[in-house]
């Protein structure tokens, strides 16, 4: 009971009266008010990329056909910029270039995937109303060890991804040896923003503690995810540590969705999607986006959850009530309104409860709720909790806004 108050209490000074931070910020790029959303290659293809694969998951993101029924572009997959200026992006990973440098020092695009360069990719991407992101690693060579990392060629590397077009940069963290993140992260952050080029700047580093914040958009938060339950689940507890630093422009990132890979059942799919959403995680497509199935469209396509997400509060969900395998999961959202995901990790249906007093809502609140996963607002009005029977390795996420007192 302590802890729960305890979490209460740390969430609503988060809400409330977050204390001023002082942030001498090397990054202004306000590229981030909201979490990013987007597509990355990692996850379904690793080093199998190609540019064709890139234009092809491009124009599908947008084309509406009988498979993409709406278009994920239309549906949020971009990120906000000034008031209307939405896009999406989509990301190359590690393994774009070729092993060396050239005899100038500068990175090549490795010929056998993009042979047309990445400026051309860039151009094409642009055409089309999207962005480009590329990936980095602040180390003598990327996690892939297939081709050189940025350490020691920051501005050069910097110059380099402005002069082709590019819009956000995932910047890994291997193969640096003893250096310390914080020391080598602002050279990239400084060389990012002498460029004059607005770019996304996505950390790699495990440790935001106080710095990060301070040097990109995002940063990373856990290990690799891998498409399975338990790594899903355990990215979202070791994510869940830094809530407190989320906030408009620095997100923490559990690393990108795994939805749509197909190692997860739909119901594990629903959490996922859930979990990222509520925690105010970069919203990163990792599956096939040229063949996605109704299944799978219809998660990455909830609006409303897409809306919790994207809500502008920027307030990251915490754990608020833990009982052995079931979990009570909550963020305030602007308007005075509260998500809450009900999760069962157990291996049977769970009755699950959120009280009032654990979700930071007033007692006697009489409460509306609406089902995020069903589309349908309760019929039922909710005072003092609200508690839902749920399945196995699944969840229920309920989008609760306070009524008048009295009619
Ligand atoms: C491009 O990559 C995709 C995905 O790995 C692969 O299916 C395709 O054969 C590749 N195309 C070329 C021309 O290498
Ligand atoms: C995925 O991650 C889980 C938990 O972190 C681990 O137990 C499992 O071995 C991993 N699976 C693969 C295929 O790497
Ligand atoms: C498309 O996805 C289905 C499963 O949803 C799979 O069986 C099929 O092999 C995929 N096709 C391609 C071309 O990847
Ligand atoms: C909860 O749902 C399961 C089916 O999913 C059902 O068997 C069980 O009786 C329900 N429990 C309660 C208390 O409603």
Same mark, same amino acid.
């Given at each position: 009971? +302590?802890?729960?108050?305890?979490?209460?209490?740390?969430?609503?000074?988060?809400?409330?009266?977050?204390?001023?931070?002082?942030?001498?910020?090397?990054?202004?790029?306000?590229?981030?008010?909201?979490?990013?959303?987007?597509?990355?290659? @990692? =996850?379904?293809?690793?080093?199998?990329?190609?540019?064709?694969?890139?234009?092809?998951?491009?124009?599908?993101?947008?084309?509406?056909?009988?498979?993409?029924?709406?278009?994920?572009?239309?549906?949020?997959?971009?990120?906000?910029?000034?008031?209307?200026?939405?896009?999406?992006?989509?990301?190359?990973?590690?393994?774009?270039?070729?092993?060396?440098?050239?005899?100038?020092?500068?990175?090549?695009?490795?010929?056998?995937?993009?042979?047309?360069?990445?400026?051309?990719?860039?151009?094409?991407?642009?055409?089309?109303?999207?962005?480009?992101?590329?990936?980095?690693?602040?180390? #003598?060579?990327?996690?892939?060890?297939?081709?050189?990392?940025?350490?020691?060629?920051?501005?050069?590397?910097?110059?380099?991804?402005?002069?082709?077009?590019?819009?956000?940069?995932?910047?890994?963290?291997? =193969?640096?040896?003893?250096?310390?993140?914080?020391?080598?992260?602002?050279?990239?952050?400084?060389?990012?923003?002498?460029?004059?080029?607005?770019?996304?700047?996505?950390?790699?580093?495990?440790?935001?503690?106080?710095?990060?914040?301070?040097?990109?958009?995002?940063?990373?938060?856990?290990?690799?995810?891998?498409? #399975?339950?338990?790594?899903? &689940? #355990?990215?979202?507890?070791?994510?869940?540590?830094?809530?407190?630093?989320?906030?408009?422009?620095?997100?923490?990132?559990?690393?990108?969705?795994?939805?749509?890979?197909?190692?997860?059942?739909?119901?594990?799919? +629903?959490?996922?999607?859930?979990?990222?959403?509520?925690?105010?995680?970069?919203?990163?497509?990792?599956?096939?986006?040229?063949?996605?199935?109704?299944?799978?469209?219809?998660?990455?396509?909830?609006?409303?959850?897409?809306?919790?997400?994207?809500?502008?509060?920027?307030?990251?969900?915490?754990?608020?009530?833990?009982?052995?395998?079931?979990?009570?999961?909550?963020?305030?959202?602007?308007?005075?309104?509260? &998500?809450?995901?009900?999760?069962?990790?157990?291996?049977?249906?769970?009755?699950?409860?959120?009280? @009032?007093?654990?979700? #930071?809502?007033?007692?006697?609140?009489? &409460?509306?709720?609406?089902?995020?996963?069903?589309?349908?607002?309760?019929?039922?009005?909710? &005072?003092?909790?609200?508690?839902?029977?749920?399945?196995?390795?699944?969840?229920?996420?309920?989008?609760?806004?306070?009524?008048?007192?009295?009619?």
């Amino acid at each position: 009971m +302590i802890a729960v108050l305890m979490l209460v209490t740390r969430r609503w000074i988060g809400v409330e009266a977050r204390p001023a931070v002082e942030r001498r910020n090397l990054l202004t790029n306000g590229l981030g008010m909201t979490p990013p959303m987007g597509w990355n290659t @990692w =996850n379904h293809f690793y080093c199998d990329i190609n540019e064709t694969v890139i234009r092809e998951s491009g124009t599908n993101i947008l084309m509406s056909d009988a498979l993409v029924s709406t278009g994920l572009a239309k549906l949020g997959y971009r990120y906000r910029r000034k008031s209307d200026d939405f896009f999406w992006h989509g990301h190359t990973n590690d393994c774009w270039a070729e092993h060396d440098r050239d005899s100038k020092g500068y990175l090549v695009p490795r010929k056998s995937m993009f042979p047309s360069g990445i400026k051309a990719l860039t151009d094409y991407v642009h055409s089309k109303g999207l962005k480009l992101g590329i990936y980095s690693d602040a180390g #003598s060579r990327t996690c892939s060890q297939t081709m050189p990392g940025s350490l020691g060629h920051e501005q050069k590397d910097a110059e380099t991804f402005a002069s082709w077009g590019i819009d956000y940069l995932k910047y890994d963290n291997c =193969n640096n040896g003893d250096l310390k993140p914080m020391k080598w992260y602002p050279a990239m952050t400084r060389a990012l923003m002498s460029t004059g080029r607005s770019i996304f700047l996505s950390l790699g580093d495990m440790h935001p503690d106080l710095w990060a914040d301070k040097l990109g958009n995002s940063w990373r938060t856990t290990m690799d995810i891998n498409d #399975s339950w338990e790594s899903m &689940v #355990s990215r979202a507890d070791q994510n869940e540590v830094y809530a407190e630093h989320a906030r408009p422009d620095s997100w923490n990132d559990p690393d990108m969705l795994e939805v749509g890979n197909g190692g997860m059942s739909n119901d594990e799919y +629903i959490v996922h999607f859930s979990l990222w959403a509520t925690s105010k995680a970069p919203l990163l497509i990792g599956c096939d986006v040229r063949n996605l199935s109704k299944e799978t469209l219809a998660i990455l396509g909830n609006k409303e959850v897409i809306a919790v997400n994207q809500d502008l509060l920027g307030v990251q969900a915490e754990k608020v009530r833990m009982e052995g395998d079931h979990k009570v999961w909550t963020a305030p959202l602007s308007g005075y309104r509260t &998500v809450v995901v009900l999760l069962n990790r157990s291996p049977e249906f769970r009755i699950i409860t959120a009280q @009032w007093d654990d979700i #930071s809502i007033p007692p006697k609140t009489i &409460v509306e709720a609406r089902d995020l996963w069903k589309h349908a607002t309760l019929e039922k009005r909710f &005072v003092n909790k609200v508690k839902a029977n749920v399945s196995s390795h699944a969840c229920k996420m309920f989008r609760l806004t306070p009524l008048p007192l009295s009619e």
